[in-house]
């Protein structure tokens, strides 16, 4: 199949920390001119028929997605797994697992928070929808409506910044395990902002060896949030593993200052990767359908 125009693998609603229903999403993503995108909510396939619908509607295209949230040791690393089957038992175990571990940090988060500013749970939970995957930009939501903060960037800066001591990690399966999962789902794995921290912190080239036995197919090489340095380590690891390269915006909505489309992927590299996943099927962009 034929992929072209500008497609963003990297978008979020309000199903986890976006803060745009899908349909909104593929009404906007029209908008800025896009052929297709990907609907990569933290550890939730839930947006994906709402999305699905909209896309088939109105010709965009759509890749259903998720952003697997792993840690490894004291480093938060998000997968992506693109076209994975939503109903695979493992992935569904896993990523139900997570969200309720996410779920009772962020109660714990806020009692801490609590004690010395007026937040209570309830405040949080009015931030997000129904089932949504719950995680510190909700938090960071509650903090700006009381007026204790004055947007999410700025929560994040302030009362929510690990040296505060309110924050706390969250139960997550290693990187290579959230691999597994989402190759066992039939789906494509691509390691999401890998250069976020710098050259430094880019994963440690056995650890990537063995994503790649995994069944990595690629890192998100262009992405806002990966420093220059970072992103040279993360080329050099692209070419010796022959990985592919991935960009896309990580839109938030409202909730952060990326634009939707300002990072696409190469339409050689989407149509490789749809030719590897066996999950789930995308919806094609109506033009470019062949
Ligand atoms: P959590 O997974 O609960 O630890 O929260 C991390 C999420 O917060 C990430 O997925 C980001 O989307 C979001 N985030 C991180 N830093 C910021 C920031 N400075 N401004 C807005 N959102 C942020
Ligand atoms: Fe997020
Ligand atoms: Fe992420
Ligand atoms: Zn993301």
Redesign the pocket.
């Known amino acids: 199949m034929r992929i072209s125009g500008r497609v963003d693998l990297h978008v979020h609603s309000r199903v986890s920390?976006g803060t745009g229903s899908p349909a909104d999403l593929v009404r906007e993503a029209h908008a800025a001119g896009l052929a297709m995108f990907a609907l990569t909510d933290?550890d939730t396939t839930a947006g994906w028929a709402e999305a699905r619908r909209e896309a088939e509607r109105t010709g965009l295209g759509l890749i259903p997605g998720i952003e697997l949230?792993t840690r490894l040791g004291w480093r938060s690393v998000h997968v992506l797994g693109y076209l994975v089957d939503p109903l695979d038992p493992g992935l569904v175990a896993e990523t139900e697992r997570i969200r309720a571990a996410?779920r009772s940090r962020a109660r714990r988060i806020v009692d801490r928070i609590g004690e010395d500013y007026p937040l209570s749970w309830d405040d949080v939970l009015a931030q997000t929808t129904a089932g949504s995957t719950v995680?510190?930009?909700h938090i960071?939501d509650a903090l700006v409506a009381l007026g204790l903060e004055a947007d999410?960037?700025a929560a994040?800066?302030g009362i929510l910044h690990p040296r505060t001591g309110y924050v706390e990690p969250h139960y997550a399966p290693t990187p290579v395990d959230g691999v597994r999962l989402i190759v066992g789902a039939g789906g494509v794995p691509v390691v999401a902002h890998p250069g976020a921290a710098g050259r430094d912190r880019v994963l440690p080239e056995p650890v990537v060896a063995e994503l790649v036995d995994a069944g990595l197919f690629g890192f998100e090489l262009h992405h806002r949030e990966n420093t220059p340095d970072g992103a040279r380590r993360v080329a050099e690891l692209i070419e010796r593993f022959g990985l592919e390269a991935t960009g896309s915006s990580d839109y938030?909505g409202t909730?952060?200052p990326n634009r939707l489309g300002e990072h696409v992927t190469d339409p050689a590299v989407i149509e490789r990767l749809l030719a590897r996943g066996t999950g789930t099927t995308p919806v094609l962009p109506r033009a470019a359908a062949s």
């Open positions: 920390d933290h949230s996410r995680g510190r930009p960071a999410r960037s994040f800066a938030h909730g952060k």
